[in-house]
Nanobody, 117 residues
Framework: QVDLVESGGGMRQAGQSLRLSCVVQITDFNITDVSWYRQAPGKQRELVARITADGTTVYTDSVRGRFTISRDNRRDTVYLQMNSLKSEDTADYYC???????????WGLGTQVTVSS
């Protein structure tokens, strides 16, 4: 059984910070790559950041230098630290993984982030 549960969303003003958490239920979390996606109203879902099993990180250009993705393999949790928030960061944020053995896709239900300017 695989499950992803996001938390930490909320409302902030521009320039403030927020940290999202994604608790992952999966066997062998420590060999699983995990990503954060977001979807703003009326827009397509986009990749925000990814962290591989060995800790390599990837960021979309619009968040590089402001957001940091990290993982805690003891807690089976991935974090997204979001600093210097902008109004364009307003979106629903989703945790995603592809099963490392079966390659099936799994999504969390999302957590909402609203940034006011």
């Amino acid at each position: 059984q695989v499950d992803l549960v996001e938390s930490g969303g909320g409302m902030r003003q521009a320039g403030q910070s927020l940290r999202l958490s994604c608790v992952v239920q999966i066997t062998d979390f420590n060999i699983t790559d995990v990503s954060w996606y977001r979807q703003a109203p009326g827009k397509q879902r986009e990749l925000v950041a990814r962290i591989t099993a060995d800790g390599t990180t990837v960021y979309t250009d619009s968040v590089r230098g402001r957001f940091t993705i990290s993982r805690d393999n003891r807690r089976d949790t991935v974090y997204l630290q979001m600093n210097s928030l902008k109004s364009e960061d307003t979106a629903d944020y989703y945790c995603f993984l592809k099963h490392p053995q079966f390659h099936w896709d799994y999504w969390g239900l999302g957590t909402q982030v609203t940034v006011s300017s």
